[in-house]
């Protein structure tokens, strides 16, 4: 699904990602996990494509394609979502007409005819069940007042209807209670299936307890420093990132 | 600003920059240039008008001649010459029209690039368009569907002859014709515009429409709409407004007046898109425009305006709240890019007891433009338990542009309550990032986060101006964040 090599990215000539290395495949969830300041959101960005970063070296292939050459949209388009740590407010802007211009640009993109009002609504409903979204939310402005718990759902909701290939969840976690934690938990395994994959991006353990990754990785300092199963989450849990530094110190 | 040649406007033309901007081949029937009491008197002689109308002209210039030209406005133009101004120019062709199928085929055409196509209009939407082409109506639908509820909707000059009582009475009432320095200039030497009539007790059943277009070179269009509405009737009045692509800046000075009696309602709305000058600020059409509304008891006037055209805009829809619990109201979207200026808002005068208004203005410059709103909030001695409730929002998608707010507040009766609300936001970058990972293109992004902006104007416009308007706002701003 994804490779990179090698990555280095910087922001205003400080180095942020120095030599990222991952691969996530079809079917697989993986988790990355690190203290702040690590490069995690970066490398969200950097693949979802915003502009800040520059890539000084490396190579990400997304589905055989240069992920590097591609247009923001055009990445979307193709499949790349990213659950936003902070989702935007568009004032003014349904979350409907919003979703169904994603759609119809995606379809148009992929040569399709535009989605029919009866389908996009049947759609609608369905998959705002899956997060318990509010129906009222969904004709509301682009996350305007909402929560900072509905935004997050919002986000899964928005993730269910564009059926994302592979969907980065960066630090979806953060702010939410544990109800609205298992229901975005609950929205994530049920979209998850052989041939999709999720990068889930968190700071603690809690979110990996409700989306079991197959992979957790270690990022510190611009790379990944550890890979392992599930298990090393809750090491990290236990122990706190010192160890890694310390590891990392004495390699 | 340098004198600009045929041979770029030829350029121009090429460059297809503005999507109207092609001229009809009719002949017109022209006044020489220039203004004395010598070419009203012609206007007024072509036009058949009664010897009041004539006074009223010539008593216009003549307080005219003695006003000077307003500097306030935020805006720096080279002031037009007056005396290089061709002041009437009709389609030379004066027969009245029998059907549709008599109307000239070129005029048919012109329309049809704009996109009008009246025969679809009347079918689908139930708008009757008057269609004024250079000063003078050449078309006017549905009149006898109107003419049975008693409504009268014609070219000002028509009106002139046929309902000489109506005009007299009303005309000049709310904007004297020695308001201000165009408005002066327009009651001299106007030439055409519309009247509309609404009998007391009376809902007109469809949206009046009126298409404006300058179309001679160099032909100012001074044209004048009368709308009364009265006792207890209602009327929605759409103004839409395109002109070709000129070489030189063209003068517009409109006035319209509106007359609410006691209970009636008139929405007004408007979506102005001429010719705002290319992207270096050559070229382009001066607004300057005076619009104001008489309220009498109980009544409620609701302009609402689209302004994304213009090279210079001197706009100020206002209400006059007269009688008592009367409303006034106005909504703008005013989009400037490129080198526009805009400098427009409203006037809303309390005089009455219990009057209410409300002024919701958005704000969107971008390029090098300049966009300001000026409003006044005047709540007289009288005027007892008046409410005002103001919001000017500004949002910028340049550093370069500049969004200016002046509003002014005079309150002389301590039972008032006055709300004003101001923001100013820059189109926001992670905005555009979280379309563009949706899979929204930049263009289509900026124009959904511009038209959420604007929401709330263009939710007051009527079905299918809004549908224009919203087209219009994203022409507008093609290409402009940065």
């Not at chain 1, 079917?27 to 970063?53: C, F, Q, R, W």
């Not at chain 2, 209400?319 to 409203?346: P, R, W």
């Amino acid at each position: 699904m994804i490779t990179i090599k090698n990555l280095h990215a910087n922001i205003e000539d400080k180095a942020i990602l120095k030599g990222l290395n991952l691969e996530v495949k079809a079917g697989e969830v993986h988790a990355i996990m690190g203290p702040n300041g690590a490069g995690k959101s970066t490398l969200a960005s950097i693949l979802a494509g915003k502009e800040d970063y520059e890539i000084t070296e490396g190579s990400v292939d997304f589905d055989g394609e240069d992920l590097l050459e591609m247009e923001t949209e055009d990445r979307a388009r193709e499949g790349l979502f990213l659950a936003f740590q902070y989702p935007v407010e568009i004032p003014g802007v349904s979350n409907i007409n919003f979703l169904r211009t994603a759609i119809n640009e995606k379809r148009e993109h992929k040569g399709e005819d535009p989605i029919s009002a009866k389908d996009f609504m049947a759609l609608v409903r369905e998959k705002s069940k899956l997060v318990e979204l509010d129906a009222k939310l969904a004709s509301r402005s682009v996350n305007e007042g909402f929560s900072g718990g509905e935004k997050k759902r919002n986000e899964i909701f928005q993730m269910a209807m564009l059926e994302p290939k592979l969907a980065i969840l960066d630090e979806t976690d953060s702010g939410l209670d544990i109800d609205a934690l298992r229901i975005v938990a609950n929205g994530v395994n049920t979209l998850k299936s052989k041939d999709n994959a999720t990068i889930v991006i968190t700071h603690y353990q809690r979110l990996l307890d409700y989306i079991v990754p197959d992979f957790v990785h270690v990022l510190y300092d611009g790379r990944i420093v550890k890979s392992g199963p599930k298990e090393l989450a809750l090491e990290l849990e236990e122990k706190g990132y010192d160890w890694i530094k310390a590891e990392m110190v004495e390699a | 600003m340098a004198t600009y040649t045929e041979n770029e406007l030829a350029k121009d033309l090429e460059n297809k920059e503005y999507e109207f901007g092609f001229t009809t081949n009719i002949e017109s029937d022209k006044a020489p240039k220039g203004l004395n009491e010598d070419i009203i008197r012609f206007i007024s002689a072509k036009k058949n008008e009664p010897e009041w109308l004539l006074k009223f002209r010539l008593d216009a210039y003549r307080t005219w001649l003695e006003m000077t030209e307003p500097e306030w406005a935020h805006v720096k133009y080279e002031k037009p010459d007056f005396q290089d101004i061709t002041y009437y120019s009709a389609p030379k062709q004066t027969k009245k029209y029998e059907s549709w199928d008599d109307v000239d085929p070129e005029m048919k055409e012109t329309m049809t690039k704009l996109g009008i196509s009246l025969e679809e209009q009347k079918r689908l939407t139930g708008v009757a368009v008057d269609f004024v082409m250079d000063s003078v109506s050449v078309a006017t639908s549905f009149k006898a569907k109107l003419k049975e509820l008693g409504i009268i909707f014609c070219s000002f000059s028509e009106a002139v002859q046929e309902y000489p009582e109506l005009v007299q009475k009303y005309m000049g009432t709310v904007v004297p014709k020695q308001d201000n320095f165009y408005a002066a200039l327009n009651s001299a030497v106007f030439t055409d515009g519309s009247f509309c009539y609404i009998p007391k007790g009376v809902r007109c059943p469809m949206e009046l429409s009126t298409y404006f277009r300058i179309n001679e070179s160099g032909t100012g269009q001074f044209e004048r709409t009368l709308v009364v509405a009265d006792e207890g009737s209602y009327v929605s009045y759409l103004e839409g407004c395109t002109a070709p692509q000129r070489d030189e800046n063209q003068l517009h000075a409109a006035v319209v007046e509106l007359i609410a009696l006691d209970d009636a309602e008139i929405k007004y709305s408007t979506v102005q898109n001429w010719f705002p000058g290319d992207k270096n600020g050559k070229g382009g059409v001066f607004n300057f425009v005076t619009k104001r509304g008489m309220c009498h008891t109980n009544s409620k006037i609701s302009w609402t305006q689209v302004e994304t055209g213009s090279a210079v805009t001197w706009k100020y829809p206002s209400c006059v709240l007269k009688g008592d619990n009367s409303v006034g109201e106005f909504y703008s979207v005013a989009v400037t890019n490129n080198y526009q200026q805009a400098d427009t808002g409203t006037k809303m005068i309390h005089l009455g007891k219990n009057t209410k208004s409300t002024i919701i203005s958005k704000g969107i410059s971008a390029g090098e433009s300049q966009n300001s709103y000026r409003g006044l909030v005047q709540i007289h001695k009288n005027a007892e338990n008046a409410r005002n409730f103001s919001q000017c929002d500004s949002l910028l998608m340049t550093d370069r542009c500049g969004a200016h707010t002046f509003p002014y507040i005079e309150c002389k009766n301590s039972t008032a309550k006055i709300e004003h609300e101001a923001t100013t936001s820059k189109i926001g970058e992670d905005q555009i990032f979280y379309c563009l990972q949706r899979g929204i293109d930049e263009e289509k992004a900026i124009s959904l986060i511009v038209n959420g902006y604007a929401k709330e104007v263009l939710n007051q416009l009527p079905m299918e101006f809004a549908v224009e308007a919203q087209k219009l706002l994203t022409i507008s701003l093609e290409g402009s964040v940065g």
